[in-house]
């Protein structure tokens, strides 16, 4: 890749505008410069999305860029942060300039919704690997974590479960409906929940993001919590779309396990049930059990499959 | 990668120790929390390696450890900064204890030496593709800019000159000599220059750090400064090495155009000299001409080679 190469890159990703007043220096110096104020800590987070493992080849761009972003911003909200500002680094196989255009696109479109400013990255010629780094504030003190769920604790989420591997069932041709769109939708341009970890970050116990699957996700709360977890399938919150399929297949256990959801999972005190937001439902209790288990019609089983696995 | 073999590869990079008081959250969460001290700026960067790019496939996985953290610290330097943390994103296209452990130590050692915290990252299955994000504090006001420099400023760098591009070609089997090993470890082992970076901050007008090569880099400089630069061969330390090289091959290009020095090169308000480091060089002088230039035996050229470029 040659150096001329990495001024057109670098035009596509040149803001218009910075977004917010913490951005000192952005794009352009070795560094970029940013001011923290007082009260607050810094949260910083890491992921990368790499082609035939996160994506296929070919996957439309400016979905990518979206995605790439959110699930970093998804990282971020479950943390209760609000997000300020990303790195990019890219390693690109060629200099594809449709490609970058709507990579781009994705990528700014969703930075700009959430005033998140792009301070800086690198380019670089490799196979196709996208990583972000992203920054983001929360009042001292107020950061949720996985470790600190209470036996007794009412286990949450946000949003409906399992929409994100119904579509990766269709993406495959596993599977088809009518309403497809949804399903691949969520797949492909999930929506970080930045705006209900501000909410939850006032009294929620312990949180963490779904991107693995809530058993894998919930499992990492009750592990590091020293507690276990028991979910209750009735109030599980499905929806049509993912019900048709356990009735058309019999595989109840996807919406437990397929990752890409990109909601909450959070515990509260029961004394703060009268807090939960409109979009958030309670799907379980935390006990002094082993690990994650599901009661279904009075029966209670531990789950068999695991999360999320890269290609193995 | 299955789920397993993260846990694996977590555990070579787990750090006995926290080094620094702003690490308040480290690895083990969805993301990192750090306390901002007051009256500070928080300084970020990211430099990413990638397999037959930055180095050759069967490199030496202890020095990609060391250079992969060296050159983001070499950022930090180049603005005065002190660093504080760093993440680590990782796409590996198998499992190897070996190298895994050889990369480990490469990295962790020079952190330990830096008191740098490794408070996060992602691994992922992908080719060889090796990302840092890292994070440094500077007094609020102090960091040294690109675009600072002024007319009449004089041009100085750390250390010497070219050893390391000495080294890439004795790496490449292009030119032998005796003392290969110091040249060579120049090229896989560069050190950043953190601590004369919070020296220069006291007075640099402005600053940058080596790693394109130096007319590249001033070049830098001398763009964003509105400025020109004009260099004076006589002037340019040298170690004898290079000299020897120049000697046998007549390529006096060579240190000013290639890449991975990691020096520092900055501009001082002539009154400064006084305060310049035992271990800096005055090489130039910047004026109102164009770009960067060199006065050698009483004449002037501009350089026609320009910095490093990935395979074209």
Redesign the interface.
């Known amino acids: 890749?040659?150096?001329s190469e990495f001024g057109l890159i670098n035009r596509y990703f040149k803001q218009q505008a910075v977004h917010n007043s913490t951005t000192?220096?952005g794009i352009?110096?070795?560094?970029?410069?940013?001011?923290?104020p007082?009260g607050?800590?810094?949260?910083?987070?890491?992921?990368?999305?790499?082609?035939n493992?996160?994506f296929l080849a070919g996957a439309n761009p400016e979905w990518l860029g979206h995605k790439l972003l959110a699930v970093n911003l998804s990282?971020?909200a479950?943390?209760g942060?609000k997000p300020l500002?990303v790195?990019?680094?890219l390693?690109l196989p060629t200099v594809d300039e449709d490609w970058l255009r709507g990579f781009a696109q994705g990528f700014l479109s969703l930075a700009q919704y959430h005033a998140v400013d792009l301070?800086?990255?690198?380019t670089?010629?490799?196979?196709l690997?996208l990583?972000v780094?992203a920054?983001?504030l929360?009042p001292?003190g107020l950061?949720m974590?996985?470790?600190t769920a209470k036996i007794g604790d009412l286990i949450c989420m946000t949003g409906c479960l399992g929409d994100a591997g119904l579509g990766l069932k269709i993406a495959q041709g596993k599977y088809g409906c009518a309403d497809s769109d949804a399903a691949l939708n969520r797949l492909h341009r999930p929506e970080p929940q930045i705006a209900v970890g501000l909410v939850l970050r006032e009294f929620a116990t312990a949180c963490?993001?779904i991107s693995d699957g809530l058993v894998?996700d919930l499992g990492h709360i009750t592990e590091?919590s020293g507690v276990g977890a028991c979910l209750d399938w009735e109030r599980l919150p499905l929806s049509s779309a993912v019900k048709q399929y356990i009735t058309a297949t019999g595989d109840w256990q996807m919406p437990l396990c397929a990752g890409d959801d990109y909601e909450l999972c959070f515990t509260i005190n029961p004394a703060d049930l009268k807090s939960l937001p409109a979009t958030c439902t309670q799907i379980g209790v935390i006990d002094q059990g082993d690990g994650v288990r599901i009661t279904q019609s009075g029966t209670t089983q531990r789950l068999t499959k695991?999360?999320y696995?890269?290609?193995?």
């Open positions: 890749m040659a150096v000192q220096l352009g110096d070795d560094c970029a410069l940013l001011s923290i007082e607050f800590e810094l949260v910083v987070t890491t992921d990368t999305m790499v082609e493992v996160h990282d971020l479950s943390m942060a500002s790195l990019l680094a390693a301070i800086g990255g690198d670089t010629a490799g196979a690997t990583t780094q920054l983001g929360v001292a950061a974590k996985r470790s963490i993001d894998a590091q695991q999360g696995e890269h290609f193995s």
